[in-house]
Nanobody
Framework: QVQLVESGGGLVQAGGSLRLSCAAS????????MGWFRQAPGKERERVAA????????AYADSVKGRFTIARDNANNTVYLQMNSLKPEDTAVYYC????????????WGQGTQVTVSS
């Protein structure tokens, strides 16, 4: 089992920045990929960014490219999401997730952290 705990959400004005953290514990050696997702009220869950657990291969949703950066600290089993130039449409609950297989769905999820961007 892998446990994921997110932190760093909050209220910020448009144009501001936030950094989300996701601390992983348990069988972290089984993780191959980590991702950040978000879900706004009335909308489907969206994958925002993902990164390989080893190596630097990362991917971003078009809506956040150039504004968000995903990074990994393997020594501390933590993944970060640096969010700059935030927009009101970035308002959502952000979830961290971990995957144990190269393909397929994510196996473990955090509890989520609220990000609210005011205009």
């Amino acid at each position: 089992q892998v446990q994921l705990v997110e932190s760093g959400g909050g209220l910020v004005q448009a144009g501001g920045s936030l950094r989300l953290s996701c601390a992983a514990s348990g069988r972290t050696g089984s993780i191959v990929r980590m991702g950040w997702f978000r879900q706004a009220p009335g909308k489907e869950r969206e994958r925002v960014a993902a990164i390989a657990w080893s190596g630097d291969l990362a991917a971003y949703a078009d809506s956040v490219k150039g504004r968000f950066t995903i990074a990994r600290d393997n020594a501390n089993n933590t993944v970060y999401l640096q969010m700059n130039s935030l927009k009101p449409e970035d308002t959502a609950v952000y979830y961290c997730a971990a995957r144990q297989n190269i393909g397929g769905s994510y196996d473990y999820w955090g509890q989520g952290t609220q990000v609210t961007v005011s205009s």
